[in-house]
């Protein structure tokens, strides 16, 4: 399989995080994807191509003109200010006070990182920009390659994630959903109609949930851990509206889930919602922070798991990109990645 990769990626690294109160390592380390480039080389997964840069128009068919522009200068004015150089940190958010406040200002420059996110661990340290622009781009090729080359699948491997971000609000160690606009170009430039993008990440991704809610294409199916961040989201109640009523499709599991009620939940899916949908290609958010050493994510997965995985999202049939999202045990993110990829192609 071939993978897109940059180096570039690498570029982000915010030294510290707030989990329950105390500030930590930040979790969401470049080593994660050293390792799994590492992983992809020792193990011949395929080869490796650099992303195409094809500017900012795959981006802002996702996300805001004002998001983007904000986001490109955030660490610059935030050092202007006189705030701590390891990053930008809200001081405020921008929360329903009331149905009154409907038309709020973004709140200038001590107002914007709050304006922008709705958490403090999508930090944006000093070349945050570039990472997670490089990652978009990262995306972008992947669908690209995959759809006009007639590939059976590409791994784009992003970093950082993006499935926890909207069209304008970052959180959740994500700036821009890369899966989201992977997503988006396969069907804008490649007349995909019926897309599904699978997001088997730990966590809901409730910023991909949100850009396509009410949208019939793509489909949007989550396997998540309940309760658990993002909290508020994710809900087998959440099902889409409008035209994208249906389109929606949450699978909560409890805390502590193993490999076969999770091998179970997915082969459900896949046959009462994924193949019913008349899927043409599918966009997978590959989180294995569902793996029982994961630090953030509470599930149980074995490694050989991913296996399992991999051959199940084989079986669809259809033209596969598997977009990075989270995973932090650093030491196993190698394999169980590697895992899921070689399983597919076997
Ligand atoms: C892309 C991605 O995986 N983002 C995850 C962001 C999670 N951030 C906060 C997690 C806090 C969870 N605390 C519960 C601890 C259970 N082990
Ligand atoms: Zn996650």
Not at 285 to 302: C, E, I, K, R
């Amino acid at each position: 399989m071939l993978t897109v990769y940059s180096e570039k990626q690498l570029l982000h690294h915010p030294p510290k995080e707030m989990v329950i109160g105390r500030f930590i390592d930040y979790r969401e380390t470049p080593s994660r994807a050293e390792t799994i480039i590492k992983a992809i080389r020792d193990r011949n997964v395929g080869d490796v191509v650099a992303p195409v840069d094809r500017g900012l128009a795959p981006i802002l068919a996702v996300h805001t003109e004002k998001y983007v522009s904000y986001f490109q200068t955030a660490y610059e004015k935030w050092i202007e200010i006189g705030g701590n150089p390891d990053g930008v940190f809200p001081d405020t958010f921008a929360v329903r006070l009331s149905q009154i406040y409907q038309d709020i200002s973004d709140g200038g420059a001590g107002g914007r990182p709050g304006f922008f996110s709705y958490d403090m661990t999508a930090i944006i340290a000093k070349d945050t920009y570039t990472a997670a622009y490089e990652a978009a781009q990262v995306a972008t090729t992947g669908a690209e390659i995959l759809a006009s080359e007639k590939r059976r699948a590409v791994f784009a491997l992003c970093r950082p994630p993006g499935h926890h971000s909207s069209e304008d609000l970052a959180g959740g160690y994500c700036f821009f959903n890369n899966a989201g606009i992977a997503a988006e170009h396969l069907i804008k430039h490649h007349g995909f109609g019926n897309v599904v993008i699978l997001d088997i990440d730990y966590h809901h991704g409730n910023g991909t949930q949100a850009i396509f809610y009410k949208r019939r294409n793509p489909m949007y199916a989550s396997i998540h851990g309940d309760p658990d961040y993002p909290y508020f989201w994710g809900r087998a109640e959440e099902t889409g509206e409008g035209e994208g009523k249906g389109a929606n499709v949450n699978v909560p599991l409890p805390i502590g889930t193993g490999d076969d009620e999770y091998l179970a939940a997915l082969d459900a899916l896949i046959a009462n919602h994924i193949v019913p949908y008349g899927i043409q290609a599918l966009v997978v958010s590959l989180g294995v922070d569902t793996f029982g050493g994961d630090p953030v994510g509470s599930f149980n997965l074995t490694s050989a798991c991913f296996e399992r995985i991999g051959e199940r999202l084989a079986r669809i049939g259809v033209p596969t990109l598997f977009v990075m999202e989270g995973g932090y045990a650093v030491s196993e993110i190698g394999t169980n990645v590697t895992n899921v990829l070689l399983a597919f192609e076997r």
